[in-house]
Each structure stands twice: as C-alpha cells, then as structure tokens.
C-alpha cells in the first residue's frame, strides 16, 4: 500500500479535475497536418483515394465532456474545426468512437471508470488506471496497477456491469502505447519496438506472449477508407521524420482519425478558419508573396510539362510504330481451337509474330456510367455465350483455381507497354506466370485490379465474367456485382485481360482473425446477402460460393461479389449432368450428384457461409478431403439433425441459435427454380 502513496500524485493527475497545465485539443490536428506535409512517408500508410482526414478528440471544461471534431483537407492543407474546442482530455474510447471513457477519483473518493454520456460508474476497487487502452464492444481493455505495485493488463465490461478481471502481467519498463488496430493485430509499442498478438485472449499469458510486428498486415499496411484509427499509428510509423510528435503520447494516445474520400455535402470548405475561434498559427504569414510566388511557379510548371508532354509522345508515337500495335475488335474472325471443339477468341503468337498485340477490344469506356451496347451486349445474345459458359465446366476446377505455373515462360521478360482501351499502361515483367491470376496496376489514374488468363489452358473464365458483369449493370439493386472497365486479348504473350475498379481483399482473413464482434458478423451476414440478391435479380447463377468471393469494395463499406470465372446465367432447360467444380467445402449437395445448378444451390452455399462466420467448426466436413464422406455430411445437414447437434455444441447465444434455425429453414424451402428471398431478407433485417 505504501507504494501507492509513493506514485498517488502521478496517478492523481488522470483525473480532469485535478490537471495543472491542459492541452488544447486542435494540438493533435496541427500535429497530423504537420506529419502530413513533412514526413513523406506517411503516405505510404493512408488510402490513395483519401481526400479528408477527421479526427476526433476527448474534450473536457469543467464538468462538461463533449467530443471534440476537427478536419483536415489532404489535398490543399485547409484545416476546419467543427465543434468548440477546450481541454484535451486522457480517455479510452468506444468501439464506435461516440462516446469515451475515463477514470477518475482520489484519496476522498473511491477510483473510478465511467463514460462520459452515463452516470454509471466502475469501482475500481484496490487498482488503479495508469495508462489507458482501447475498447471492443464487449470489453474495455487497459492497463492498471494492482495495489502491490505491479502493472497489469486488465478488462471490465462495457455497460460497467460486474468488476475488473486483471489478466497478465504488463511490461514494467517504461509507458508502452496500448491499442487495436481496426479489427487486426492489438499493438504494444515503446520508442524502438513494435509488439502485437492477434487474439486478446493471450494477454492472460502477460506481455511477453506478445510478438515483434509483422511489418505486411494491420498499421504496416494501407489503411480504409471510414474506418476509426488511434492516431499513435501513424505517429509511431513516422516517429524517425519527426520523432518529437511520438514522444508527446498526450496529442495522439487518446485520438482517433479516419479518412473519408470526399467531404460529405453538408460540409462547405470555404475557409481556413475555425467556426469558434481563429487559427492562432496561420499557414503562411504573407499571403500576397506567397499566391505571387505559387502562381509564377505554377506557369513554369504548366510550360514544362507542355515541353515534356510534346517530347514523351513523339517518342511514344515512334516506339508504337516500332511495335506495329494494331488494335482489331475482340469477337471478329474468330477460330476453332483445341480437340474439344471449344471456340476461343484467340490468334497465338505464331500466327503473329510481328506484333505485340495483334487483337484487342475495347468493351466500354473508364467511364463507370452505363455501358454502350458493345461486343460483350452482342455476345449475351448471341449462341456463343453458351459455349463460352460450358467450356468452363471443367471437373475439379474453382472460379479463380487452380493458379496453376505456366508451363513456359513467364511474359512479359521485361516491362511491355501498351495500350488498353486507348490509354497508356506498362505490365510490369513477368506478371504472367501462372494460367490464371490478377494483379493491381494505374490506369487512366484510377486504381485497378486486372484479371488474366492463358488462352492455352482452353478455359475462357475472362469473357465468361465480362458477360455475367454485363449482365447485371442494368438488373442489380445492391451494386454488388463489379463493373469491367476494359476487356483486351494480347496474341504477343496469348493472354486474355480483363480491368476492373480496384477491389479490396476478401472476408477470409478478417473472420480468421476471429477478433469480429457478434454485430460485426451478423452485418457481414447482411452485406453477403446482399450480394446474393443482386445475383438472384440478374439471373445469374454464381457456382463457386465461398468467403473468398466476397471482397470488400476498396472505396466504401459495402462487400462485392468476386469469384465470377464459373458464373453463368441461368440456362433455359437443366442439363442431365454437370461436371463437379467448385470448392469442396462450400459447394452443395447438387454438385456431388453432377446436376445443374441453380439460385437453391447457391443459397446452401451462402448458408455454409455463414455458418462459417460464425464458427467454423460447424462445418463438421471443413478438413474432409473424402468427396463421399462430405456429400453424406451435406445431406445430413439438410436434414437438420445435423445442424442441431452442432449448433448446440459450439453456438452458445440462444437469440443466434434461433436465428441460424429460422434461416435454415427458409433456405431449404427455396424452389429450384424463381425462388423469392423476400422472408430471407425480413429475417436477416430484424436480426442485425
């Protein structure tokens, strides 16, 4: 106990009554602008698309708390402040960052936690907040210290129900930064080490379970756009360009900052100043040199690029003479290839070997509004659209898999420009070196995600989802079916392209994270449905169902269905038979008998989906390799004394329980063939 009166006048100076010298709370903005326009490499860590940055800070006058909310335009500077500022003040916030938390307390009072919006309080009892932390939606987590001196990492609910669970020892040496990057890697960091673990479970085994950071995922990475950051990120990824702004934990511990593509409508930016109060450090103090100065400069700049520009395309002109690029329409003269009698698209490099690309079709504009009737719009109607789809229906195969190496080769053998849909591009070398895949690249300055396939593995996935995307333009509700931007064929390497809008990664790695909350993962219920009925209204039958499928849309928060290579529009009259393709795992009971598929299947696709969100052992058939042993498990499924036995094994909330059945149910009474989702979609609307 003596120890604590020995560090009480520290401890005592958390409390917001109790502080000597406040910090105001536009320091943190002014700090990022500083960041922002000193340390390059700052931007090696935000969304490319981010046009704003806001950033949210505890406030505190007198007995008043409020948040305080500021934004920063990335691309020309201006600050604008858009609440009134006080005090910063010491908080952890909400998982939502609406409201925060703080403790407070001395040696008259009991020690507390509480938020700023309730009157509820967490007796603390025998420890006390030193440093602060983060919170989940379950939980507050920090680090306290127990009466015996020793630090600890600790956690207590957050409707302040119950008392506080200490956990395992936390770091004696030295203020360690405590927090959860978005939904991945919870960090621990020190002026020269980066540590995280990847499940709050393991801070009961103390902070030397923590390992060093993985330098490829969570902070290291680029951010999203939307979603809440704690500013100490990116003040210890730039601590070397300005290492002064790390070390002063108060202006970016207790922040939070997100980054948005566009201001929103309601938000003019017509001034630099504050609507409560000016900036007390104007960005220059003589603004007539400084608009003389940046004009001169501009005029320089304008008449050099000119100069440039003239050069680069006379060089430009001459080295697409040199190649002899010749740009023809996709579907003309098409040829017969390969003993299965399959048509293909495709000239080789034989039958050209003078040209770097000897066809390539353009299917629309960069342009994302509406596409013109085009050679994909004649392909949907005509018969070929048919043979394209059965060509695909190879046994074994999924939507994106195998990535199998190329047999030569890979191309090109060095960086190759050429130009796709009228603009400019260089493939990097050798990025064709497998028979199926995608890679990122700039065109026309916007982001995009390329898929590519050899025209030698007798496949033709790339025209089979430029139709199906076609498809659903003008039938979709959700927006969840990507558009193509371009589609291209190049005979010089006898791959075929196709361009779309950059896409983000899948749920996959998010869920296996198994940090996401209960919300959390009934919204991922909602958003994947809703890719399923923008398949259902397009009259496309995916086939290849599965978390990898969904990705996130790289420019906002909705999901995108991907995976499209063995999609198809639902045919007039079912086959007999049909190939098994798909993944083992995720694909229904139909694709073991080899019969056609349709929206019903599907659908039991989407529900092993889920089930799989939830928990993944409730796909009892998840690590069987044994095509027999998994279809019987299926059918056991459907039957639903299967799915019972599991959902009481490992589902313990009794409201999701109900939720799974009732979904189940609805799912299994769908008609193979204009099935309805109306009662599905009401279902997943009053649960999340």
Request: charged content about 25%; some cysteine; proline content about 5%.
């Amino acid at each position: 106990m003596l120890i604590l009166f020995t560090i009480w006048p520290a401890l005592s100076a958390l409390s917001p009554g109790n502080r000597s010298r406040p910090q105001t709370e536009a320091e943190p903005l002014r700090k990022f602008q500083n960041l922002f326009q000193k340390c390059e490499e700052l931007k090696n860590f935000l969304p490319l698309s981010a046009a704003t940055a806001e950033i949210r800070v505890p406030d505190w006058k007198s007995t008043n708390f409020s948040i305080y909310k500021s934004r920063l335009d990335l691309r020309n500077g201006k600050t604008e402040e858009l609440t009134q500022q006080h005090n910063l003040l010491p908080a952890v916030w909400d998982h939502n960052v609406t409201r925060f938390g703080y403790y407070t307390g001395d040696f008259e009072q009991k020690n507390v936690f509480m938020w700023n919006d309730d009157e509820k309080e967490l007796d603390l009892g025998t420890t006390f907040g030193i440093e602060y932390g983060f919170a989940t939606e379950d939980y507050v987590y920090s680090q306290v210290l127990h009466e015996d001196g020793v630090k600890k990492f600790a956690r207590w609910k957050v409707d302040l129900s119950g008392t506080v669970e200490l956990l395992g020892d936390a770091s004696p040496n030295g203020s360690w930064l405590f927090f959860q990057y978005e939904l991945g890697p919870t960090y621990y960091l020190t002026d020269d080490k980066c540590l995280q673990i990847d499940d709050l479970k393991q801070l009961s085994e103390g902070y030397q379970i923590f390992r060093e950071c993985d330098t490829h995922q969570g902070m290291f990475a680029f951010s999203d756009l939307y979603e809440w950051y704690s500013l100490s990120a990116f003040a210890w990824l730039t601590r070397e360009c300005n290492g002064q702004i790390w070390s002063d934990h108060k202006a970016h511990d207790y922040v939070k900052i997100r980054f948005l593509p566009d201001d929103p409508p309601a938000i003019q930016r017509t001034t630099t100043t504050t609507i409560y109060a000016p900036t007390t450090q104007p960005l220059c103090t003589d603004l007539t040199n400084f608009y003389a100065i940046v004009f001169s400069g501009l005029a320089i700049i304008l008449v050099s690029i000119g100069i440039g520009n003239g050069i680069f395309f006379v060089h430009m002109r001459k080295k697409l003479r040199k190649a002899k690029l010749q740009v023809e329409p996709l579907h003309r003269n098409k040829k017969t290839k390969s003993p299965r009698k399959t048509t293909t698209s495709t000239t080789t490099a034989a039958d050209s070997s003078t040209t770097k690309i000897s066809r390539m079709a353009t299917m629309s504009s960069l342009s994302s509004e509406g596409l013109p009737k085009d050679d994909v719009t004649k392909l949907l109607l005509s018969p070929e659209i048919e043979r394209i789809f059965d060509q695909n229906e190879v046994e074994g195969i999924e939507a994106e898999l195998p990535y199998t190496p190329l047999e030569r080769q890979p191309e090109p053998q060095e960086g190759f420009f050429c130009a796709i849909g009228k603009i400019g591009v260089t493939i990097p070398a050798k990025t064709f070196d497998k028979t199926f895949g995608e890679f990122e690249m700039e065109m026309g300055g916007e982001l995009c995600t390329v898929q590519f396939e050899d025209v030698e593995s007798e496949l033709n996935r790339i025209e089979a989802m430029a139709a199906v995307m076609r498809q659903a333009q003008k039938k979709q509700i959700n927006g969840t079916i990507p558009e193509f931007m371009v589609t291209a064929q190049l005979d010089a390497f006898n791959f075929r392209l196709m361009v779309a809008k950059k896409i983000g990664p899948s749920i996959e790695k998010q869920v296996l994270n198994g940090t996401l909350s209960m919300e959390e993962k009934l919204t991922l219920v909602s958003l994947t449905f809703n890719c399923m009925e923008d398949l259902l209204f397009s009259n496309i039958i995916h086939r290849d169902i599965k978390p990898s499928s969904f990705r996130y849309d790289f420019v906002g928060s909705k999901l995108l269905i991907s995976n499209l290579g063995l999609a198809r529009i639902t045919p007039k009259s079912p086959r007999l038979k049909v190939p098994f393709f798909g993944n083992l795992t995720f694909c229904s009971p139909s694709t073991h008998l080899n019969l056609e598929r349709t929206h019903f299947d599907d659908m039991v696709s989407y529900f092993y989906v889920v089930l799989w969100i939830f928990n993944k052992d409730l796909l009892l058939w998840s690590s069987e390799t044994d095509k027999t042993v998994v279809y019987q498990l299926k059918s056991d499924m459907l039957e639903g004394n299967l799915l019972e036995e599991r959902l009481e094994k490992f589902i313990e909330d009794q409201k999701l329980k109900d939720f799974l059945r009732q979904l189940f149910r609805l799912i299994v009474k769908l008609p193979p063939k204009r099935p309805s989702y109306r009662k599905i979609k009401q279902l997943i609307e009053k649960n999340t």
